[in-house]
Nanobody
């Protein structure tokens, strides 16, 4: 079955950087568009960034444009989210998702605080 395992979260000071990873299995990763979502306490889950199956097109929420970069390695079945210039409002649990499937991973907590 579809499995998504997110990692790389942690506590970082404002202005810092983190790189999230999502290891996928149970489906043909290279055929699927992938996305990163996040959910802050008391808020709905929101789409952060998306990437097409071959990685040729990406899209970002306005709130992260210019600071976050989504990428993928189809040889490793992994999608990444490089997060720079982090702000306290980026604090959330971050999840990856394949477009074609409903499954979610357990998420990885990102906390931006001084």
């Amino acid at each position: 079955q579809v499995q998504l395992v997110e990692s790389g979260g942690g506590l970082v000071q404002p202005g810092g950087s983190l790189r999230l990873s999502c290891a996928a299995s149970g489906f043909t990763f290279s055929n699927n568009h992938m996305s990163w979502y996040r959910q802050a306490p008391g808020k709905e889950r929101e789409l952060v960034a998306s990437i097409t199956s071959a990685g040729g097109w990406t899209n970002y929420a306005d709130s992260v444009k210019g600071r976050f970069t989504i990428s993928r390695d189809n040889g490793k079945n992994t999608v990444y989210l490089q997060m720079n210039s982090l702000k306290p409002e980026d604090t959330a649990v971050y999840y990856c998702k394949a477009l074609s499937f409903r499954s979610w991973g357990q998420g990885t907590q990102v906390t931006v605080s001084s």
